[in-house]
């Protein structure tokens, strides 16, 4: 596997809680949409956390995470200063989108927004004609990564609900206030089984009960795939 140079450029500031870390690498970044990397500082590299790639500009020389400020690493990355070294390891994952082209259900709880944007944008690219609805689930809508992103895709068939779990309102086809999404929910929307996908990312525990829910169904398992942002604990 392959460990890349380089240095962070930038940290934007997304919402209250994220941040946008920009990193400019010394080769380009071959990658496909939905994976990770292995990221660690260059002075501490066996102290590493996997990072979802949100995009790669600049020729494949200029990598963008999308990171919740937790703990450790994520607050490190923030506070870093410009030009601080850092390695990159892969890209790696499964969390890859299909080449056939098939409904897509995709589900992203909190910053497990990040890799399925990423394939939301690579569906804009090759102009994806099928169905897609996207749920995504954010304590508040200020809380919601990259909503505005989100609202600007151009994809003709793409429908959002916006679940805001820590929020009181009324509810209406595109936000549904003061729950977590179920399956119920997602079954709705599911209207030929064998020709749908479904992609889920977030933490672990979200997706480990809406994965067990959505077998249960009878979706088989390999129209699902899922990542779960584990941390190193
Ligand atoms: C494939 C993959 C992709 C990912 N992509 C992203 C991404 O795009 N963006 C993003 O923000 N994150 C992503 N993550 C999560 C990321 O790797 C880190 O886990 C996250 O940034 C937290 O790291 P940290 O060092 O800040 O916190 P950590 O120190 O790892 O702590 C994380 C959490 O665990 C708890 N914890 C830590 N140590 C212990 C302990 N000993 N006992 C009990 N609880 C403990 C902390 O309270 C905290 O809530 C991804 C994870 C995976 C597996």
Avoid at 146 to 160: A, G, N, Q, V, W
Wanted: charged share 30%; with cysteine.
């Amino acid at each position: 596997m392959q460990t890349i140079s380089g240095k962070i450029i930038e940290q934007q500031d997304i919402t209250k809680e994220t941040y946008e870390l920009i990193i400019e690498t010394q080769e380009s970044i071959q990658f496909l949409p939905g994976q990770f990397v292995m990221l660690s500082f260059k002075d501490a590299p066996t102290e590493k956390r996997a990072y979802s790639i949100l995009r790669i500009q600049q020729e494949g020389k200029q990598i963008h995470f999308g990171i919740r400020e937790e703990k450790n690493m994520s607050k490190q990355l923030r506070a870093a200063t410009k030009e601080t070294e850092v390695e990159i390891q892969g890209p790696m994952g499964r969390f890859i989108l299909k080449e056939e082209e098939n409904e897509l259900i995709l589900v992203a709880a909190g910053i497990g927004i990040t890799p399925v944007l990423c394939i939301l944008h690579e569906l804009e690219k090759r102009n994806w004609k099928k169905r897609i609805h996207l749920f995504y689930s954010s304590s508040r809508e200020e809380n919601a990564a990259y909503l505005e992103e989100i609202k600007r895709i151009e994809l003709k068939e793409f429908s959002l609900k916006l679940f805001l779990t820590k929020e009181e309102g009324e509810d209406s086809s595109g936000k549904i206030y003061g729950r977590r999404m179920n399956i119920e929910d997602i079954q709705k929307k599911i209207k030929n089984i064998e020709n749908t996908e479904i992609y889920l990312c977030g933490p672990v525990q979200l997706v480990t009960d809406i994965k067990t829910a959505i077998l249960a169904t009878g979706i088989p398992r390999k129209q699902l795939h899922s990542e779960e942002f584990y941390s190193r604990s």
